[in-house]
């Protein structure tokens, strides 16, 4: 976890490690409702090995020679694991589809069936993860210390970090691009998407962004791989400029953020979002994640407001997860709480020499943010741990949204 020092169970840490294969990270989407069987759009059911949800769908547009915007899907899920989930095809029927055991790889088709609607993001109740920790230090005793942290977990909810897929597994700079763009420094936030090499990525990507921090645009460009397509799109925008005017301009460095897709330019400031979120919900832990203070902004489990707090039942209310407390994704317009949280919040933003305005983003409008106020804990169910040959498997479901990092980190006790 990113920003994230706080643990809230008392257990030592398992240590290991996860993921050394795909094998070792099972996830497992639930949906809201399953396909009927009926009606003109056809949804899947898949298992993947290594591949993202995006890979997969822009295979099957491809196959299909149809627009990606026909295909839907709940949850992105990662890479690095073996990941079930339902993908839909809209205005197509079963028998209208290949074999798609045979065009898409390491994909296993395990369900075809129509339905009246289509899938749309967000449609998930949840995941369940079945995750291989290895190389622990004590097998027998792990499995005992990873049951007493679940236990205690289940009672306080688990802090609602968010993880590095968020910021970037091996560059961790979205957030870093997103707090660019707030304080208005453009050219900063294009220079640290491009440029800012890594020494763990490969070579062509860590050369390219050296020559880019060099000024040597051609260079930089010649030299990416088809991979790094978003650095070339930008790129590409700043030649222009630079061909145009002489120099590269602000606007230039602007119009290269504009020509990144939606989705991942309005990324970057959500991730700076959500690394603050972190480390409010880390201070937060500190005196409790499943307490009531004074000045709370309170939300229900649909995450509507509770503008009245009945002192009588809250305290039942928490334990059960009827009602839970929230800090903000910070925005423009997001309210602050009062009481201790409300300190914890300010003082999060004061250290950050930004306000709350600062999120309008004036240089970029379109990529700022209003805000909003997120739980700081989600509850773990249906736990499950069992001793492996050199190490333990740990078995929960958690909801949408939800990190399952966030449940591994207070096993093993370190940042993952």
């Not at 790129?235 to 590269?248: A, S, Y």
């Not at 306000?355 to 169910?381: N, Q």
């Amino acid at each position: 976890m990113l920003n994230v020092d706080t643990f809230i169970t008392d257990y030592r840490g398992t240590n290991g490690v996860i993921r050394q294969s795909n094998e070792d990270f099972f996830v497992d989407e639930v949906p809201l409702q399953l396909p009927s069987g009926e009606g003109p759009n056809t949804w899947i059911h898949m298992e993947k090995n290594g591949r993202t949800t995006l890979d997969v769908v822009l295979d099957i547009a491809r196959e299909l020679h149809i627009s990606r915007k026909r295909t839907g899907f709940a949850g992105m899920k990662d890479r690095s694991a073996i990941t079930r989930q339902w993908l839909c095809i809209s205005n197509i029927t079963p028998e209208e589809l290949p074999d798609f055991n045979e065009v898409l790889h390491n994909v296993k088709i395990l369900e075809i069936k129509q339905n009246q609607k289509k899938l749309r993001m967000g449609q998930l109740r949840g995941n369940k993860f079945k995750i291989n920790i290895r190389n622990t230090e004590d097998p027998a005793e792990d499995q005992e210390i990873a049951e007493k942290v679940l236990e205690s977990l289940k009672i306080t909810g688990v802090p609602n970090y968010y993880g590095y897929q968020r910021f970037g597994e091996v560059r961790s700079t979205t957030h870093l691009v997103g707090k660019c763009l707030v304080e208005g420094d453009i050219k900063k936030a294009v220079d640290t998407y491009i440029g800012n090499p890594n020494e763990e990525e490969h070579n062509l990507p860590y050369e390219s962004r050296k020559l880019y921090d060099e000024g040597k645009l051609q260079e930089a460009y010649d030299l990416m791989p088809k991979s790094m397509r978003y650095e070339k799109s930008m790129i590409k925008e700043l030649m222009i400029g630079q061909n145009k005017h002489g120099e590269i301009l602000e606007k230039d460095y602007i119009r290269a953020i504009e020509s990144l897709p939606k989705p991942l330019k309005r990324m970057f400031v959500n991730a700076y979002e959500s690394y603050l979120f972190n480390k409010i919900v880390n201070e937060r832990a500190k005196i409790g994640i499943d307490k009531y203070f004074d000045g709370d902004i309170i939300i229900d489990k649909e995450e509507h407001w509770v503008h009245e707090i009945n002192e009588d039942t809250i305290e039942e209310d928490l334990k059960n997860f009827v009602l839970n407390p929230t800090a903000p994704l910070l925005g423009s317009k997001v309210p602050f709480a009062e009481g201790k949280q409300g300190i914890i919040e300010r003082k999060v933003i004061e250290d950050e020499n930004i306000t709350k305005e600062s999120f309008e983003c004036p240089k970029t409008p379109k990529l700022g943010s209003h805000g909003v106020r997120r739980s700081v804990r989600f509850k773990i169910e249906d736990t499950n741990v069992e001793q492996i040959d050199n190490g333990i498997s740990v078995e929960f479901f958690i909801p949408k949204g939800c990190y399952a990092t966030a449940v591994l980190r207070e096993i093993m006790k370190k940042n993952v």
